[in-house]
């Protein structure tokens, strides 16, 4: 035998005989029989660099080699699309807008803003409410719909103020001198005549609500604030109104009208000591007759 063993042929066979046997080893252990016959069964390509669209239908780990836990398992930042405006979508999509700093979400058919979580308020298109408590500003226990706290070492600004007209005052104060607030019926600060239950109007239109009624501005003629005028015989109502102007001045509203002889039943329509009529020849530009007389009434804006 160990004449044998010193012979190469001997050891050529062998180191034949033994990588035979590995090979047949390989193949009975490490081989699975196909399932399907060709080409049956073919594995997917994997995925790579190609510009052809890819699928992968097990999950996918990204920036680590832990198995995934998720369909994309992405470890470190995510970059989604950005676009200046809005693209095409369907509901689920996602990307950034770099016009409004924004990411936004297709949801409900269109494209939103994504919030922060959820919020209180409802929105209702450009409004906002609240209906279910108190709402509190510098406090934590509210007692009140809207309850304002300012701390005790507040100063100017860090009060509820309301602007109006270019002048902003606390709900307190009372800024225009006519002592009201805006918790007692002032409805403007800036002006001194608008309050509720004014009746200080002007003769000129000012931009303000005078009477908190809400609107501004209103062209009114209050009672007993006609006046008559000494000019008689009017040619028309544009000569009425430049008697009223001349002698009265601004603020009045001309009309025409005639004398009666009886005595006035209604004091507040009474022309030299008769009542007045207006006449059914009010138009411009119209003639009246030589019994009519001007008739002017003191307007005012409230």
Known sequence: MKKYLHQPFFITSLLSISILFLVL????????????????????????????????????????????????????????GRYSSAPSGSNGALYYNTATNKFQG??????????????????????????????????????????????????????????????????????????????????????????????????????????????VDEFVSPPNTQTCSSFSHPSNLEACQAACDANLGSGYTAAVGSLMTSPPGDPTSTCFGYSWNSSAFSGPGSGFPTYEYCHCLLSRYY
């Open 25 to 80: 080893a390989n193949y009975a252990f490490g081989w699975t029989t196909p399932s399907q016959n060709p080409p049956g069964g073919n594995l997917s390509a994997p995925i790579n660099t190609g510009s052809s669209n890819q699928a992968k239908t097990g999950y996918l780990s990204v920036g680590t080699s832990t198995i995934p836990s998720f369909p994309l398992d992405v470890a470190g930042v995510l970059r989604i």
């Open 106 to 215: 297709y949801q409900d058919g269109s494209w939103s803003d994504l919030g922060g979580g959820g919020s209180l308020w409802t929105l209702t298109g450009s409004d906002i409410y609240y209906t279910s408590g108190n709402v509190g500003i510098g406090t934590t226990t509210p007692g009140a719909t809207l309850d304002i706290v300012a701390p005790a070492s507040s100063g100017a600004g860090n009060e509820l103020r309301i602007c109006k007209n270019g002048t902003c005052c606390p709900i307190w104060k009372d800024c225009d001198g006519d002592g009201k607030t805006f918790g007692n019926g002032d409805c403007d600060e800036s002006c001194n005549t608008c309050y509720v239950g004014s009746t200080t109007g002007l003769t000129f239109a000012d931009g303000k609500d005078q009477d908190c009624n809400g609107t």
